[in-house]
């Protein structure tokens, strides 16, 4: 069992620990618990990595859209003819 699900088993009732302990054994015999702990820390590693490289100066600033009704209203009405 690892040192996480040893403190979540710590503060459950008897009930819960079998029930917590029945699950990751299965989980574990098919092969499941591995690979959802493998996308946990590869989902967990790219917010990481993403947030880093696309911090707040790779980022666009969110259009406003006031500002942009107030630009339609700039422009000249064509005229016919």
């Known amino acids: 069992m690892a040192p996480s699900s040893a403190a979540q088993a710590a503060s459950m009732g008897a009930q819960e620990e079998e029930l917590f302990h029945?699950?990751?054994?299965?989980?574990?015999?098919?092969?499941?618990?591995?690979?959802?702990?493998?996308?946990?820390?590869?989902?967990?590693?790219?917010?990481?990595?993403?947030?880093?490289?696309?911090?707040?100066?790779?980022?666009?600033?969110?259009?406003?859209?006031?500002?942009r009704r107030s630009r339609r209203r700039r422009r000249p009405a064509r005229r016919a003819g």
């Open 22 to 67: 029945a699950v990751e054994e299965q989980l574990e015999e098919k092969g499941l618990l591995a690979t959802i702990r493998a996308q946990l820390r590869a989902a967990v590693f790219e917010a990481i990595v993403g947030r880093a490289a696309s911090g707040p100066a790779a980022r666009a600033p969110p259009r406003n859209a006031r500002a």
